[in-house]
C-alpha cells in the first residue's frame, strides 16, 4: 500500500483551494448524508472550529475523517467516508486512529457521534475503534430512521 496522510484544520488562516475542495465535495457523494455546497463553504470559513484528515493513494483522496469542535474538549465526528473502489483496505481505520491521536495531542478528551442502525459498516468500525453506544436516538434521520449515539474517551 503506498499511501499518505494530510491533516488540515484548527487554524483559523488555513485556505483550501478549489483542486483539494472539489476532491472533498465529490467524496462526500458516498456519504449517507452529502452536505450542501452552502454547509462545505461554512466549513472553509471556519477552519478553527474544524477538522480533516484525507488519505491519498497515488495522489488521489480516497478517503476523509471530518470533526467538528463544540468546545476546545468535545470534537464531534461528522463524517468519515472512503471511495467505493478503496474499501476493505483499513483506511477508514488508519483515518480514526490518526485522527485521534492528533486531537489528543490537543488536548480534547471526548469524541460524538451518531450513526445510522442500518449502517453496519460504519457502526462496526467505530466499535472496533472503542466507541460506546450511549443511547438509541429513534427516528433521529426521519420516519423509521433511528441512530445510534456513539461517545468515545480520549483522556
Ligand atoms: C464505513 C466506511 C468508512 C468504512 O471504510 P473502510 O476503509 O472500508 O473500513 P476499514 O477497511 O478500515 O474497516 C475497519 C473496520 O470497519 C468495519 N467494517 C468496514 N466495512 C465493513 C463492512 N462492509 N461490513 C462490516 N464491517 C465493516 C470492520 O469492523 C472493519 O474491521 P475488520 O476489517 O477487522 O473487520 C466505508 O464503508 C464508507 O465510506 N461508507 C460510506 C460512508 C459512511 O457510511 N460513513 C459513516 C457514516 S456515520
Known sequence: ???S???FGLDSSLIVDSSLSDQWEALDE???YPWTAEGWRDLYQQWDRHLVLHILE???IIGLVLYGFNSDETAHLYKIVVNPLYRKR???GMLL??????L??????SVFLEVEDTNVAAHKLYLKYHFENLH?????YGQNRHAYKMMLSIS
Open 1 to 3: 500500500m503506498n499511501f
Open 5 to 7: 496522510i494530510e491533516t
Open 30 to 32: 458516498y456519504f449517507p
Open 58 to 60: 497515488s495522489q488521489k
Open 90 to 92: 483499513g483506511y477508514a
Open 97 to 102: 486512529e490518526r485522527s485521534i491521536e492528533y
Open 104 to 109: 489528543k495531542s490537543k488536548s480534547c478528551k
Open 136 to 140: 438509541f436516538a429513534r427516528h433521529f
